[in-house]
């Protein structure tokens, strides 16, 4: 399996922009998480899915930030208008609901600069 | 909310010796317990993990226990090696199938060669 796909890769935008980042889960997943990662706060969760359907959106920091997932292999998080503190690098991760094992498989992740 | 402290921020070992990471949690409720490496440019992977009905758990070099009376637990890489060069991530979950993870802000690890 590819793993878990992300893209872009980078994105640099400007300030008051909209940029939306995409996400590919590992085929056969149920669970998908966003993550942000700062230098300041470090890893934090936004939000998760269990089979499309939002299950828990508290870390998502305010509305300008939403997530959906259209279908079982593929995700967004968009963030619009977007502001320089939303510069951080965003991770997608999915799992399988398994007894056995909780691990979860982090893409490469997108790294967002907003100038 | 749960809270998650990882100690220390950084760490420099010689290569072939160990190495101990530590982290401690405030809620009670707290039962998974995984411990990620991410290296530079890439995701958090998987490295161990435990389950608050096991106190230690083992995979060739590496180690975690668990305390769940301190609300504390440990990561332990002996023989260390170059390529354990890495930032290390402690995390906790108190969610069933360990969802919602909360982090620790992570430790770098040098191995010196």
């Known amino acids: 399996d590819a793993g878990v796909i992300q893209s872009p890769r980078h994105e640099v935008t400007e300030m008051g922009q909209e940029v939306t980042l995409r996400c590919k889960p590992i085929?056969?997943?149920?669970?998908l998480f966003w993550y942000r990662q700062t230098m300041m706060r470090g890893l934090e969760l936004l939000i998760y899915?269990?089979?499309?359907?939002?299950?828990?959106d508290s870390g998502m920091p305010e509305d300008r930030f939403s997530a959906k997932m259209p279908n079982a292999s593929f995700s967004t998080l968009k963030i619009q208008p977007s502001e320089p503190r939303d510069s951080a690098v965003y991770f997608c991760?999915?799992?399988?609901?398994?007894?056995?094992?909780?691990?979860?498989?982090f893409g490469p992740g997108t790294r967002l600069t907003v100038t | 909310g749960e809270n998650v402290e990882q100690h220390p921020s950084t760490l420099s070992v010689q290569e072939g010796d160990s190495a101990v990471i530590k982290c401690t949690y405030s809620?009670?409720?707290?039962?998974?317990f995984p411990w990620y490496k991410q290296e530079l440019g890439k995701g958090p992977q998987l490295i161990i993990d435990?389950?608050?009905?096991?106190g230690e758990k083992k995979d060739q070099r590496i180690a975690v226990t668990l305390n769940k009376t301190a609300k504390h637990f440990s990561l332990h890489i002996t023989e260390t090696q170059p390529e354990d060069s890495a930032v290390y991530f402690c995390?906790?979950?108190?969610?069933?199938?360990?969802?919602?993870?909360?982090f620790g802000a992570g430790t770098i690890l040098r191995v010196k060669s």
């Open positions: 809620d009670s409720a707290s039962n998974y």
């Open positions: 899915f269990n089979n499309n359907v939002p299950i828990d």
């Open positions: 991760a999915s799992n399988l609901n398994g007894r056995s094992s909780y691990e979860q498989y």
């Open positions: 995390a906790a979950s108190s969610h069933p199938y360990g969802n919602k993870l909360v």
């Open positions: 435990i389950r608050s009905n096991v």
């Open positions: 085929s056969g997943h149920d669970y």
